[in-house]
């Protein structure tokens, strides 16, 4: 998947769940913020992987928020 593409879905993901994500610590954040991050911090290959991961869990009807923000945790705490 390319770049753009990439940051794209995950800017998507963080507008359609802006509600929930407010009440976290990047809520004060845009979407264009958040995945610029997250790709500085991690890089394109694994947001990739957080993507896929996110399209699996909502098709099984999970929390991806959740997930997301264990994600964010982790890569605060590392």
């Known amino acids: 998947m390319e770049l753009a593409s990439i940051k794209r ?3 998507s993901f963080c507008r359609r769940n802006r509600t929930a ?3 976290t610590q990047i809520g ?7 995945s610029d991050m997250l ?3 991690v890089g394109a290959e694994e947001v990739e992987k957080v993507l896929q ?8 009807g999970g ?12 890569i605060k705490a590392a």
Do not use: C, P, W
């Open 9 to 11: 879905q995950l800017r």
């Open 28 to 34: 004060r954040y845009t979407a264009e913020e958040v």
């Open 53 to 60: 991961d996110i399209e699996i869990i909502n098709q099984r």
């Open 39 to 41: 790709l500085k911090s």
């Open 21 to 23: 994500l407010k009440y």
């Open 63 to 74: 929390d991806s928020v959740k997930y997301f923000m264990l994600i964010l945790e982790g």
